[in-house]
């Protein structure tokens, strides 16, 4: 039987937080801590096996003052041209051996383990592509199987991640209903920050 529980996290948190006046989301406070540790313990606390995060902007500042342990850390240079960069640097960067990777995105902090753990639970079942739905509208989390990493790499360009991914494999992909457990609503903006009483 394949084995279906080495599943990585890989968490997207490059971004310089343009419309938040150039502050990076990794370092973003929420609930007394930063943005990148909040998604990184809830990947882990979800089932995870191991945690990726990819950083970018200021990303010497947040590997000194972020508390990331026993998590391997990418950098990505080229974090500006968007998010589909951040994500070839993460698969590029994965530990051999993992069933699938669980995408991961740093601004959502609605998304807690019991998200994570029912994208798990869909993979465990059989599912290589899965995508968490919230009243049935597509969001993240999204996880890969190993069998699509390659396309997913290879269709990464801009602020497109693993859309055309997730596109060309409409049919294959398992939504997993996750709006009684978490929020899809990310952090983007000063309105957003006060919403979510981060900043």
Same mark, same amino acid.
């Given at each position: 039987m394949?084995?279906?529980?080495?599943?990585?996290? *890989?968490v997207l948190?490059?971004?310089?937080?343009?419309r938040?006046? &150039?502050?990076?989301?990794? !370092?973003?406070? /929420?609930?007394g801590?930063?943005?990148?540790?909040?998604?990184?313990?809830?990947?882990?606390?979800? &089932? =995870?096996?191991?945690?990726?995060?990819?950083?970018?902007a200021?990303?010497?500042?947040?590997r000194?003052?972020?508390h *990331?342990?026993? =998590?391997?850390?990418?950098?990505?240079?080229?974090?500006?041209?968007?998010?589909?960069?951040? !994500?070839?640097?993460?698969?590029?960067?994965?530990?051999? &051996?993992?069933?699938?990777?669980l995408?991961?995105?740093?601004?959502?902090?609605?998304?807690?383990?019991?998200?994570?753990?029912?994208?798990l639970?869909?993979?465990?079942? &059989?599912?290589?592509?899965?995508?968490?739905? /919230?009243?049935?509208?597509?969001?993240?989390?999204?996880?890969?199987?190993?069998? /699509?990493?390659?396309?997913a790499?290879?269709g990464?360009?801009?602020d497109?991640?693993?859309r055309?991914?997730?596109?060309a494999?409409? #049919?294959? !992909?398992?939504?997993?209903? =996750?709006?009684?457990?978490?929020?899809a #609503?990310?952090?983007?903006?000063?309105?957003?920050?006060?919403?979510?009483?981060a900043g």
């Amino acid at each position: 039987m394949e084995q279906r529980d080495a599943v990585t996290a *890989l968490v997207l948190a490059a971004g310089g937080g343009r419309r938040l006046g &150039g502050r990076p989301k990794a !370092l973003l406070p /929420y609930r007394g801590r930063p943005l990148v540790e909040h998604a990184a313990a809830a990947a882990r606390a979800g &089932g =995870c096996r191991e945690v990726t995060v990819v950083l970018g902007a200021d990303r010497d500042r947040v590997r000194s003052t972020a508390h *990331l342990p026993d =998590c391997r850390l990418v950098a990505n240079p080229d974090w500006a041209s968007g998010m589909g960069s951040s !994500l070839r640097a993460g698969l590029a960067a994965l530990p051999a &051996g993992s069933s699938a990777v669980l995408v991961m995105l740093v601004d959502t902090p609605g998304v807690g383990p019991a998200a994570v753990a029912r994208l798990l639970a869909a993979h465990r079942a &059989g599912a290589g592509l899965a995508a968490a739905t /919230y009243g049935g509208r597509r969001g993240h989390p999204v996880l890969i199987g190993a069998g /699509y990493l390659a396309e997913a790499a290879a269709g990464a360009r801009g602020d497109a991640g693993a859309r055309a991914l997730l596109a060309a494999h409409a #049919d294959e !992909l398992v939504p997993v209903e =996750c709006a009684d457990v978490a929020s899809a #609503d990310d952090l983007d903006t000063p309105a957003d920050l006060a919403r979510w009483g981060a900043g």
